[in-house]
C-alpha cells in the first residue's frame, strides 16, 4: 500500500506489518542523471520490498495465517547534501533539521498503529544522520515505535564497491526503473568528466569537504558500466534485502529488548 493514494479508511482497515519511509536527496548527480536520483531509487527500491513481503506466517503465529502487508511512505526528498552545494539545484538541510524532520514525520505512524518502520535510504550523506535517527525513534517514550535504517546500495553484494556517484549503479537503477529520465546523450560526458573515486585522501583522512574538489561534472565512478540489465539485478538484491530485514523488523519481540 502507497500512503500517499490510500483513503484514511484504507489504512484504518488494513492489517500493517511495516512501513518503508523512503529518504532521498535533491542534489546533482552529473550531466546525465536527474536531480531527484536518490529519492527516486529509494522509492523504486521501497516499492519493489513491499511487494516482494510474502505471506509467510509470523513468527510464533499458527501456520497458515499470513503476514499484513508493508506500507510505504511518501518519500523525504531533501536530506544532508551540503558537499553538493557548488552544483546548480542542489537543495540540502542541516543534519540537525534532517534528523528533525525525518524522526518527527515517523512518529506520526505509531499514533495509528504503526509502530515498525524502515527508513529506506538512497542518499550517502544521510547515512550518518539516519542511524541516529533509527535510534531516537526507537528509545522514544512518547511512543511504541520501532525502526532501523537501511541504505539501498550497501545490500547489494559484490556490486557495492562500484558505488560512486551517479556511477555505473545508480544510473543502471534509473535505467531499469525510470529510463526516460536518463540523459542518455550526455554519458559519455558525464565519464569522461568525472572522477575515479571520492575525495582526496591522505593518511585515511578525506581533504575535500565539497564534491567540486575532485570531480568537475559531479561523477563519481563511469555511469557506461550500468545498463539496465544491471539496475534490474541491483533491483532484485535491493528489495529482497529489504524485504527480509523488514521480516525480521515485524517478528522482532520488542518486549525483551533490553
Known sequence: ???????WTDVRDADVDVAFLPVGSTEQH?????????TLNAVAVAEAAAAAYDAEPRAGVAEGVPRGEALVGPPIPVGV??????????????PDTFRAYVREAAAS??????DRVVFVNGHGGNVEALAEVARRFSRDPAHDGYGVAFTW????????GDMGHAGPLETA????TTPDLVREDRVDDARDGGADR????VSGVNLAH???????NGVVGDPTAGDASRGRELLDRASDALAELARAVADRDLENDG
Open 109 to 114: 505512524l505509531p499514533a495509528h498503529g504503526v
Open 153 to 160: 546500495f550497501e545490500a547489494v553484494g559484490e556490486h557495492a
Open 210 to 216: 565539497d564534491s567540486e574538489e575532485f570531480t568537475d
Open 173 to 176: 537503477l534509473l535505467r531499469a
Open 81 to 94: 547534501a551540503e558537499e553538493h552545494r557548488a552544483f546548480d539545484g542542489t537543495m540540502w538541510v542541516s
Open 198 to 201: 571520492w575525495g582526496e585522501w
Open 1 to 7: 500500500m502507497r500512503l500517499a493514494d490510500a483513503t
Open 30 to 38: 552529473g550531466p546525465h542523471a536527474p536531480l531527484g536520483t536518490d
